[in-house]
């Protein structure tokens, strides 16, 4: 066997060294394939959503949100963009379609880059994610509403409410490697802020959900105990008592929580 064939064997086991070995030992190259993959499908889902939803609009309707894209398209500053934005999304949430207000209070929280509207975004997903009409449109609202609302995280990490709604994202819409997540999240959060009503009231939601109405209860008597105006808490715990078989107690909290609603 002459030198060159001795070269060329040896640039072969090379090679296959490089491709066998090199490919698994970079997961973190494939990840980022994969996220980028995802970000894509979520690119052509919102077009696809978006002809979805305009085919169900009414005539009036449908010059309404056209009037705005034009505005929209003439828009010469950022501030005009993003006034245009928060108008499309004020408008197709009054048409009862949040993933698209979502979409477009998402485009306004990348020019605003604030908190608050990253947080508007993330709920509004996170709304959509609770009413979406398909399991396509709730699981791209809980990517969506995710990624928005670890945006207003990262600018406010001390924002409890924040994290709140990111943990009912995730309670709603479980990781299938982690279905605990957004239950363990709000966990950690009443430990960090035991006496946030919000947390308080959201933890006796799960827990009569689960059908642990004693817990509910406790949870929700603690929260009325800081708020006694809390509507969502007195509305609750009519639940917890009526799961507890305690009538005397539900009918108590039910007066409350009518006074409340007609506030």
Not at 36 to 50: E, G, H, K, N, P
Not at 135 to 142: L, P, R
Not at 166 to 193: H, S
Request: proline share 5%.
């Amino acid at each position: 066997m002459n030198k060159a064939q001795w070269i060329t064997i040896l640039l072969s086991v090379v090679l296959f060294a490089t491709l066998y070995f090199g490919f698994s030992t970079v997961p973190g190259k494939h990840k980022d394939i994969e996220k980028q993959r995802a970000l894509a499908a979520v690119s052509t889902d919102i077009s696809a959503l978006l002809m979805d939803a305009k085919s169900t609009l009414s005539p009036q309707q449908s010059a309404s949100v056209l009037a705005l894209e034009t505005e929209l398209n003439g828009a010469g500053t950022d501030s005009a963009k993003a006034e245009c934005y928060k108008r499309l999304s004020s408008t197709w949430y009054s048409f009862e379609k949040p993933g698209i207000a979502g979409f477009y209070a998402e485009k306004t929280a990348e020019l605003a880059g604030s908190e608050e509207a990253w947080s508007i975004a993330g709920t509004t997903y996170s709304i959509c994610l609770q009413q979406g009409p398909s399991e396509k449109v709730k699981n791209y609202c809980a990517q969506k509403a995710v990624q928005c609302l670890e945006n207003a995280i990262s600018i406010n990490p001390g924002n409890p409410q924040h994290k709140l709604n990111l943990a009912l994202v995730y309670a709603e819409d479980p990781p299938k490697d982690n279905p605990m997540k957004g239950i363990l999240m709000l966990v950690e959060l009443n430990k960090q802020f035991p006496e946030n009503v919000p947390v308080l009231a959201q933890l006796g939601r799960l827990a009569i959900k689960t059908g642990q109405y004693e817990k509910a209860a406790q949870r929700l008597e603690q929260a009325i105990s800081l708020d006694p105006g809390n509507q969502t808490a007195n509305c609750l715990i009519v639940k917890a008592y009526e799961g507890l078989g305690n009538e005397s107690k539900a009918a108590e909290f039910r007066s409350k929580c009518d006074k409340l609603s007609n506030r």
